[in-house]
Every structure is written in C-alpha cells, then in structure tokens.
C-alpha cells in the first residue's frame, strides 16, 4: 500500500441512494449541492463525489448542465477535488453515467469496476409513504435490479478516463471487483499506482464486517503491493466504524450523506459537514493524522490541476 501520514477525507454529498423522505438535509438543487461540498471542504475534506438531482422531485438524474452548474460554483468557491460520479442514478445507461467525463474532463470520477445486486428495496417499507411519487418505485425496482459494470463497459469506461486525463476512482463493492481491476491493469486499460474505494455494506456487495475490510486489504497488496492507495466507505450505520478502522489501518476514508444520514443512533445528521467533522476528530484523536489539504491530495495522486478541467 502507499503510504501517505495524512488522511484523505472524501465525501459524498447527496448521492443516488437516499431519497427526499429519508432526510430533510438531503441536498437536491445544485445549489444546495455545492453550498453542501463547500461546506464540506470547509470542514476537512479535500475531494468531493458529486451526484445531481432534479432540483423540482430530487429524483437522481445524469443531466450534464446540473452537473456542470454544481462544479462551477464549487471550483468558483475553493480548490477541493471535484470528483463527479459515473455511477448516476439507478435509472441510467452506462453511456449516459460516463458522459460527465468527456463533457467535465474533470481530475476524478468514481469508476465502478464490477456488477452487483444494488438492493435498495428494504428501504421502502421503512420509509413509505413517501413525498414524491418517484421514491417508491426507484427503491422498489432494485429488487429486480443490477448495477452492471462488464468488461465490455470497462473497455469503454477506461480509454474516456484516459482520454480526459481523469484519474478513476475504482469502486469495488466486493473482492472480485479487485481481480477485475487488477484484469484492466495487466491488459493496459488502466495505470498503477491505482486508487482503490472499498464499499462495504450494500445490500448486493460485501458485507460491512471488520474482518472483510481486512480481507479487501489482504488481497489488493497481493494484487497491488506498493502500487495502490485505498479509502473505505460504510453503508449506513457501518460508516464509522468502517471509516475509523480505514484510518487506523493507515487508508483514507469518505463519508456523506449518500451513504449514511446519521450522525449517530436515531440523529439525523443535519450537514455533510457533520459528517466530515466527526471523521476528522476520529482520526485526530485515534491516530493523530490530520486531513490532507487539496493540494497535497493532487501531489498524491498526481492529477492533472483544476485548471486542466473542462469546469
Ligand atoms: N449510483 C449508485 C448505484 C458511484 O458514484 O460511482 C452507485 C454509486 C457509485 O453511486
Ligand atoms: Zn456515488
């Protein structure tokens, strides 16, 4: 693994999970996005993964000119990382999920290298009834449902991130994710040192136990070794203690409020700033390692520079 002192918080600011009913901080306008990613940064995190909704029903949509409204007020405000998802919204092709690359050319993008089961279905019944008429069966339809990344998508996905000179975040929501990367690595699809986000706690993907964390590490360094960085993300209720177990295991962490919407048991988090901030004080008074600045960030990862985007 590489080794960085600092950690680099991530944070995922509205997402295509949660749905208006579940939250009221949930942000939906592109405004509310990116007052929510600057307030974000603000509070310790130097990248941001951007989904954008319909600012009228808050229903997830791929629409390049939210997506573009959002990054621009970002980059106008500060110098975090902008990382736009090519996961989208439940509803998109993977032609329609990886236009924000060519149109953005932004210095990330989440890059998700493996299907699985996206199972969202549970959450109707904890939630219904619902306020928009969208929510219900967007949750529902997961029941029949996979989020699909083939090898053939990767063989499109990966030149457009080349091309645009974005550097992919690589998510992997279970371990055969990893031997797919390391598949796209050997046939010269994707560079090393790669940057790894261990999903764990999607009903679908791997489980959100400790010990699967381990087992993740155990085979990205026998893929990897010292050519590959990792973050960890927990689903829900898992967010903490999987992110506090990344940061002590020496990885980097992402939180928000598209993967979790508690500050703790039965607290609505009211911010991803909240969010953002526990990790920061876990981290501080765990281990003592500090957020990375954006800059430092971009020298990790050696990115292309926020002037080199089509922001
Ligand atoms: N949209 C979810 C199905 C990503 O951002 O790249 C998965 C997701 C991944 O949000
Ligand atoms: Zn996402």
Redesign the pocket.
């Known amino acids: 693994m590489r080794t960085f002192e600092k950690v680099i918080v991530s944070c995922a600011v509205t ?3 949660h749905t208006p009913t579940m939250s009221p901080y949930l942000p939906v306008t592109p405004e509310e996005i990116a007052e929510e990613a600057i307030a974000a940064a603000d509070a310790g995190a130097s990248i941001v ?1 951007v ?1 954008v909704r319909d600012p009228e029903t808050g229903e997830p949509t791929g629409d390049l000119e939210l997506f573009r409204a959002v990054c621009e007020r970002v980059a106008d405000a500060c110098d975090v990382v902008i990382q736009p ?6 509803t998109q092709s993977i032609e329609s999920r990886i236009r924000v690359v060519p149109e953005l050319e932004p210095e990330m993008a ?1 890059c ?1 290298v493996g299907s699985i089961n ?1 199972g969202l279905y549970p959450l109707v019944e904890r939630y219904e009834p619902f306020e928009y008429d969208w929510e219900r069966p967007y949750l529902e339809r997961t029941r029949d449902f996979v ?1 699909t990344n083939t090898f053939a998508d990767l063989e499109t996905v990966l030149p457009a991130f080349a091309e645009a000179e974005t550097k992919p975040e690589l ?1 992997c929501y279970d371990v055969g994710h990893l031997y797919n990367a390391k598949a796209m690595v050997e046939r010269g699809l994707l560079a090393e040192p790669v940057h790894i986000q261990f999903v764990l706690g999607i009903h679908g993907g791997i489980g959100a136990d400790p010990a699967n964390l381990v087992h993740l590490y155990h085979v990205a360094e026998d893929l990897f070794g010292d050519a590959y960085s990792f973050s960890v993300v927990g689903a829900g209720r898992s967010e903490f203690p999987l992110t506090a177990q990344a940061v002590a295991m020496g990885g980097h962490a992402r939180v928000g409020l ?1 993967d979790n919407l508690y500050l703790g048991p039965g607290r609505l988090a009211e911010s991803n700033a909240d969010l953002v901030g526990k990790l920061v004080r876990i981290a501080s008074e765990q281990t003592g390692r500090k957020p990375a600045t954006p800059a430092e960030v971009r020298a990790f990862f050696d990115l292309k520079g926020a002037d080199a985007t089509a922001i």
């Open positions: 997402g295509a999970i993964h989904h998802t090519t996961g989208g919204a439940l989440s998700n996206f989020f998510e598209e």
